[in-house]
């Protein structure tokens, strides 16, 4: 079965960290970029970061300001996601994405359930 | 950073009524215009990109069009199971970004 499992959301302290995996099946995930996107409680989708099938071509918003890091593991077919510094505004669930291309510049084809990143005190 | 404005917000219809939907880019995206689907509790789910091709296995009901800066999604026949948030997305700039979203509700 083609699938995204998200996994490592949480609670967390503001200023904390936390890191997000994504486990891929049913495709070939070392053919495909791939991205991370968020939702806030009821609000809209905003796009964290992609990375490109090789891992060598990586990209932020801008609002994170350095504090995430995309990563990815093609012998695990596993994506990750490092976040530091958080603060209540990165509160969201957070899907892993799977892109039509192998650059991560085509459309998003699959996504996962989502994990939902809690940053509370 | 290329900014989506989505229109209307919100849209009441009844079943088996024609829907259209509006995205409009602050710069050209050419033809790099998509929408996505989401339903309460689930992911997005991507309904048309290039602004005119179906995703695999979405109903001939769904159309886009536009160009440049305006794009319609437009629902010809409204079934149940439409009711839900569109959002258009552009993957023209090398960072994408998604409008805010339509909520589609029925009447």
């Known amino acids: 079965e083609v699938q995204l499992v998200e996994s490592g959301g949480g609670l967390v302290q503001p200023g904390g960290s936390l890191r997000l995996s994504c486990s891929a099946s049913?495709?070939?995930?070392?053919?495909?970029?791939m991205h991370w996107v968020r939702q806030p409680p009821g609000k809209g989708l905003e796009h964290v970061s992609v990375?490109?099938?090789?891992?060598?071509?990586?990209y932020y918003a801008d609002s994170l300001k350095g504090r995430f890091i995309i990563s990815r593991d093609n012998f695990k077919n596993t994506l990750y996601l490092q976040m530091s510094s958080l603060t209540t505004e990165d509160t969201a669930v957070y899907y892993c994405?799977?892109?039509?291309?192998?650059?991560?510049?085509?459309?998003?084809?699959?996504w996962g359930q989502g994990t939902l990143v809690t940053v509370s005190s | 950073e290329i900014v989506l404005t989505q229109s209307p917000a919100t849209l009441s219809l009844s079943p088996g009524e024609r829907a259209t939907l509006s995205c409009r880019a602050s710069q050209n995206v050419v033809s790099y215009l998509g929408w996505y689907q989401q339903k309460p509790g689930q992911p997005p789910r991507l309904l048309i990109y290039?602004?005119?091709n179906r995703a695999t296995g979405i109903p001939a009901r769904f159309s886009g069009g536009g160009s440049g800066t305006d794009f319609t999604l437009t629902i010809s026949s409204l079934e149940p199971e439409d009711f839900a948030v569109y959002y258009c997305h552009q993957r023209s700039d090398w960072f994408p970004t998604f409008g805010q979203g339509t909520r589609l509700e029925i009447k």
């Open positions: 990375i490109g099938s090789n891992g060598e071509n990586t």
């Open positions: 994405v799977k892109d039509a291309y192998y650059s991560g510049r085509g459309w998003y084809d699959l």
């Open positions: 290039d602004v005119f």
């Open positions: 049913g495709f070939t995930f070392s053919n495909y970029g």
